[in-house]
């Protein structure tokens, strides 16, 4: 049976909850493969190679590229003697072999399904596994995800709707059961964040910043640079669907109504 071990890098914060995640994956009988070993972190290294230890690992491989997951990547996979897996080069990533939705990777007895799913970013892949699923950052535990292109990420969530998916094992925070009730909630919180932007513009909002003011008064300011980057995700996908006009400088402007 296949056994799944976290490792909590050390690198708590605003954007990273408790700390990046690292999981273990090993078939049962001793193949094992690396997910999103965090950032450059020469004790968070050690921890791995003595956890390996016993092990026989084939392969480090990324959600994506961003700092808090892959950077130890490529030095990790290097002192295993093993190659780097990811979707495409990026800061601090080099990817050995690329991966793509489709693409598997056996590990051992075992076999782990790529799905790409962009949104969080446009490089960001969820690994599936038998019915369990490592959701990097696209799904994350106890914390709202920053999201690039809101539209491709609604289409990433509803994409592992009904799968049969039965636990998210997430890039940072807790596990999670249930898995399609989770996924309707970050649906229907995007739906509920969309329209409540929406009617910031109607009430006179007409950039990012007054948005998030108003739109996230609830949330810590230290995280405002992020929902600031979210907004912008909203405001791109209300201008593709007609709701809004933003100029080249992203001002905001509704247009007439056309009837
Ligand atoms: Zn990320």
């Given at each position: 049976?296949?056994?799944?071990?976290?490792?909590?890098?050390?690198?708590?914060?605003?954007?990273?909850?408790?700390?990046?995640?690292?999981?273990?994956?090993?078939?049962?009988?001793?193949?094992?493969?690396?997910?999103?070993?965090?950032?450059?972190?020469?004790?968070?290294?050690?921890?791995?190679?003595?956890?390996?230890?016993?092990?026989?690992?084939?392969?480090?491989?990324?959600?994506?590229?961003?700092p808090d997951h892959a950077p130890l990547a490529n030095p990790l996979a290097?002192?295993?003697?093993?190659?780097?897996?990811?979707?495409?080069?990026?800061?601090?990533?080099?990817?050995?072999?690329?991966?793509?939705?489709?693409?598997?990777?056996?590990?051992?007895?075992?076999?782990?399904?790529?799905?790409?799913?962009?949104?969080?970013?446009?490089?960001?892949?969820?690994?599936?596994?038998?019915?369990?699923?490592?959701?990097?950052?696209?799904?994350?535990?106890?914390?709202?995800?920053?999201?690039?292109?809101?539209?491709?990420?609604?289409?990433?969530?509803?994409?592992?709707?009904?799968?049969?998916?039965?636990?998210?094992?997430?890039?940072?925070?807790?596990?999670?059961?249930?898995?399609?009730?989770?996924?309707?909630?970050?649906?229907?919180?995007?739906?509920?964040?969309?329209?409540?932007?929406?009617?910031?513009?109607?009430?006179?909002?007409?950039?990012?910043?007054?948005?998030?003011?108003?739109?996230?008064?609830?949330?810590?300011?230290?995280?405002?640079?992020?929902?600031?980057?979210?907004?912008?995700?909203?405001?791109?996908?209300?201008?593709?669907?007609?709701?809004?006009?933003?100029?080249?400088?992203?001002?905001?402007?509704?247009?007439?109504?056309?009837?």
């Amino acid at each position: 049976m296949m056994r799944i071990e976290r490792i909590l890098a050390n690198n708590p914060g605003p954007f990273t909850g408790p700390g990046t995640n690292t999981w273990l994956l090993d078939d049962g009988s001793g193949t094992a493969v690396v997910i999103d070993p965090g950032p450059i972190d020469r004790s968070h290294m050690d921890r791995l190679l003595e956890r390996l230890g016993g092990l026989q690992p084939i392969a480090v491989v990324v959600t994506h590229t961003h700092p808090d997951h892959a950077p130890l990547a490529n030095p990790l996979a290097r002192e295993l003697e093993i190659p780097a897996y990811g979707h495409s080069p990026g800061p601090g990533f080099d990817p050995d072999s690329r991966l793509v939705d489709g693409s598997t990777l056996d590990v051992g007895q075992i076999r782990l399904e790529v799905i790409h799913t962009p949104g969080h970013a446009d490089d960001h892949l969820c690994f599936r596994v038998e019915d369990v699923l490592f959701t990097g950052d696209h799904i994350m535990g106890g914390s709202s995800v920053m999201v690039e292109d809101m539209g491709r990420y609604l289409d990433s969530l509803t994409r592992l709707k009904d799968t049969g998916l039965n636990r998210l094992h997430p890039g940072h925070g807790e596990e999670m059961e249930d898995p399609d009730r989770v996924i309707d909630w970050y649906i229907a919180h995007r739906r509920q964040r969309h329209e409540q932007i929406f009617e910031a513009i109607q009430a006179g909002a007409r950039s990012a910043s007054e948005i998030v003011g108003r739109v996230y008064a609830d949330v810590d300011r230290s995280l405002h640079p992020l929902a600031a980057r979210s907004v912008e995700a909203h405001l791109t996908l209300l201008r593709d669907q007609g709701r809004i006009a933003l100029s080249t400088d992203r001002t905001i402007s509704v247009p007439p109504d056309p009837s």
